[in-house]
């Protein structure tokens, strides 16, 4: 799977025009704080808060085209609706290194 949809990055950018930068500004301290949230409630052991985190991020994701970012949040998602609560900080290390990746991405992108 790709790290990024550049059709939908495309599209985005044509629709946006001038604020597409800020949009992606937006994305980006937006992942930040999410990833930070899921840190801190995966600490926990409430997996609603785990799954509606990880939902939330898993639609900001998509938004953007970040398709891997998007699925591994989707799994993480999942795994807290059926309440599996083992591995979830290895799960985050990998939206992180995901993230950092889509970062880099976008950067040269825009």
Do not use: P, W
């Amino acid at each position: 799977m790709e790290h990024l949809d550049y059709e939908t990055l495309n599209t985005l950018k044509q629709v946006m025009e001038d604020d597409f930068a800020l949009l992606i500004d937006t994305f980006v301290q937006d992942s930040t704080d999410r990833i930070a949230t899921l840190r801190k409630v995966i600490q926990g052991s409430d997996a609603d808060l785990i799954r509606r985190a990880a939902h939330s991020f898993k639609g900001s994701s998509s938004n953007v085209g970040a398709l891997q970012l998007s699925a591994l949040c989707a799994a993480l998602e999942k795994k807290a609706f059926e309440n599996n609560l083992d591995g979830l900080v290895a799960d985050l290390d990998s939206i992180e290194q995901e993230f950092a990746q889509v970062l880099n991405l976008l950067r040269s992108f825009s």
